[in-house]
């Protein structure tokens, strides 16, 4: 069975960086695909960023682009998101999922696309 756990979160100002970990442990050799989401209080989850685990290709929202960079340590089975300027409508739980299925799927950026998600990592940006 597959565990994805994520660290990194906590409070920062605006303007300030954090970066997000999500170690994925157990059967992660067929690994396609991780991706970062988000939900704040009252809204629905949202694609935040993924990465193609083979050739490594980024993927973004527009909100975050330029100011957030996804990352991979292939042989960890590790993936990581930095977070700089941080703005305060930036504040959400936060978690990883994983795609461990092979053939034809659906894009990154889509909750479809996983099949395993870590428990979440809030960060709080204060004003």
């Known amino acids: 069975q597959v565990q994805l756990v994520e660290s990194g979160g906590g409070l920062v100002q605006a303007g300030g960086s954090l970066r997000l970990s999500c170690a994925a442990s157990?059967?992660?050799?067929?690994?396609?695909?991780m991706g970062w989401f988000r939900q704040a209080p009252g809204k629905e989850r949202e694609f935040v960023a993924g990465?193609?685990?083979?050739?490594?290709?980024?993927y973004y929202a527009d909100g975050v682009r330029g100011r957030f960079t996804v990352s991979r340590e292939y042989a960890k089975g590790t993936v990581y998101l930095q977070m700089e300027s941080l703005k305060p409508e930036d504040t959400a739980v936060y978690s990883c999922?994983?795609?461990?299925?092979?053939?034809?799927?659906?894009?990154?950026?889509?909750?479809?696309?996983?099949?395993?998600w870590g428990q979440g990592t809030q960060v709080t940006v204060s004003s």
């Open positions: 990465i193609a685990w083979s050739g490594g290709t980024q």
């Open positions: 999922a994983a795609d461990f299925r092979s053939g034809s799927r659906p894009p990154i950026a889509t909750m479809r696309r996983y099949d395993s």
């Open positions: 157990g059967r992660t050799s067929s690994t396609s695909a």
